[in-house]
């Protein structure tokens, strides 16, 4: 016992301090200066998190002026994230989507209202059952005239529904493109258990609530 114990308490003043640690650095992600990525070509890109990015991947590219999306993760401190480390929930990752856009076509503002169009806005640190802060709510921004879009927008939200918008705000750093059989996954496992019973009702949801002459091919 006499070795045990300080043992223990080795391992406990080990976690606090990991913690602490991760703690800082999660906090300097959040107030750092925002990166802006820089037109290609007219295309513009923007970063968003909610729930799972098998079921926002494919929301987006329903959306005219939505060339590309892509699954990765954000709004952590660690470089290099995995799915398998981001889901530990100790990266300070969450599964997000880089949206590759026509800005003549379609808005930031716009972006924002089709975010908000597909989820449960009011839940913290998920959607439905998929639930850690890995599946958290986030809106990234690149200037301060997004940051004030999106503001505005979870103000008048919060106002309409008189409950708190979930949403975190952070300003856009860095994108990790998720592994490779993450990508266009409900294309490729249209049978698959979870795209029946979880991206395809929340695609359904998300059609019901958005105007159908902003969505490509008649969705």
């Not at 808005?107 to 850690?132: E, I, P």
């Not at 505005?152 to 918008?165: C, M, Q, S, T, V």
């Amino acid at each position: 016992m006499k070795q045990v114990i300080p043992l223990v308490f080795f391992l406990l003043i080990c976690s606090c301090q990991n913690t602490a640690q991760s703690n800082v650095a999660q906090e300097a992600v959040i107030n750092a200066k925002p990166v802006e990525v820089p037109l290609i070509n007219g295309m513009a890109k923007a970063y968003f998190a909610s729930g799972c990015f098998w079921c926002l991947e494919s929301i987006y590219e329903s959306v005219k002026g939505v060339k590309a999306s892509i699954s990765g993760y954000a709004g952590g401190h660690t470089k290099n994230p995995t799915y398998a480390a981001s889901n530990t929930g100790n990266t300070g990752h969450a599964e997000a989507v880089e949206i590759i856009y026509d800005p003549k076509t379609v808005s930031f503002k716009t972006l924002v209202d089709v975010y908000f169009a597909s989820q449960n806005v009011s839940q913290v640190n998920g959607q439905g059952n998929d639930r850690g802060s890995q599946y958290r709510s986030i809106i990234f921004y690149q200037n301060e005239e997004q940051k004030q879009i999106i503001l505005k927008k979870k103000a008048a939200l919060a106002k309409k529904i008189n409950a708190k918008i979930a949403a975190e705000v952070y300003p856009f750093q860095k994108f990790w493109i998720a592994e490779d059989y993450h990508q266009d996954y409900k294309k490729h496992h249209p049978n698959n258990s979870y795209i029946l019973n979880v991206s395809v009702p929340r695609f359904n949801r998300f059609k019901a609530n958005f105007p159908k002459h902003l969505l490509k091919n008649g969705y």
